[in-house]
């Protein structure tokens, strides 16, 4: 999806009975009966065509064959050897068209001892050691709220689509893009990561407190919780002086922040008995207009509702195929030149498979009807 609002015309290819397992991830759903369309498809799939086709089918892949050479790109997320079980993995295409980017997304890579495993999102954070480190303490660990492995993986996968195909443009030569979501979820630990590598000490949950930034975390206000973020040296000296505790900013337990990491328990109750005397959006008002970072614990609600968000026109509203008016978050890429934006709603199944066939690949309309006989397409 974040290819084709950048431009890229994407050609989704699905199983010509069930289509993308995601149309049935529901509820929610927008639209009645057969007309339903998941939420959760609907989120990621966006500026897409759809084209069913049977791949165990050999005029199936002769089809996909045909659209090989006139791509740049081919994205994949079967197990590994299942493509090349097509006759379609990287070196069968690369001999048919050696300029196109061929991106393999797995759950563990094209090779390794678990290169055969079927990767998820929820097995994916558990192993990575990310819901080792979310949750409070001394509770079981916790998964983050939304599939951040899989998303973390296509941020990535984008990322090394545009560098492949840029090489490809500059030299005439594709190469296979591998992608995985253990890797990509380890990488994605970063400072984590980077904590147990110099100390070899095993990061622990620490709930809403951050490891190395104090105070950095959830504090409760009169009403309701609330977050503060401080930085550096100088909001932290602001913020003592904001909630009249001078005194905190001269004390050798408290005027750095590696100081303040380590006394972080004694520390914290005291800033914490303070924030009870405000209500939060007291406290949020008073912190910013210090210059120090604060905010309210929205709902998802209040999120995408968010005043800013409507300004910056982030959610939109476009048909679907079924009728139904379908509300989006768009793209949170901004480009000065070239905006992108929503050029076509999710597609339902199969809707692009006879415009392709006919304007890409130049079947006429007997042998259209004859592949679906077949059921070589839906």
Known sequence: MILADLGATVIKIENPQIGDDTREWG??????????????????????KSMTIN???????????????????????FKVGQMASYGLGYADVHSINPRMVYCSITGFGQSGQYSTRPGYDYVIQAMSGLMSITGMPNQEPQKVGVAIADVIAGLYAANGIQAALRFARLNGV????????FETQLASLVNIASNYLVTHHVPQRLGNSHPNIVPYQVFQAQDQGFVVAV????????????????????????NTNSARVMHRDTLIPILAERFLQRTASTWVEALLEAEIPAGQINTVEQALNDPHIKERGLIGTMPLSNGENWSYVGSAIRLS????????????????????????????????????QAGVIG
């Open 231 to 254: 930085g550096n040296d100088r909001q932290f000296k602001a913020l003592c002086h904001l909630l009249e505790l001078e005194g905190l900013a001269t004390d050798s337990r408290f």
């Open 27 to 48: 509820p929610p759903w927008l639209g009645d009966d057969d007309n339903r369309q998941s939420a959760y498809f609907l989120s990621v799939n966006r500026n897409k």
């Open 174 to 181: 594709g190469q296979h893009v591998d992608i995985n979501l």
């Open 337 to 372: 030149e070239t905006p992108t934006e929503p050029y076509s709603a999710p597609p339902s199944l199969g809707e692009h498979t006879g415009e392709i066939l006919q304007h890409w690949l130049n079947y006429d309309a007997e042998q259209i009807q004859h592949l679906k």
């Open 55 to 77: 791949l165990k089918n050999p005029h199936g892949i002769e089809i996909i064959r045909q659209l090989i050479l006139q791509s740049d790109v081919l994205v994949e997320n």
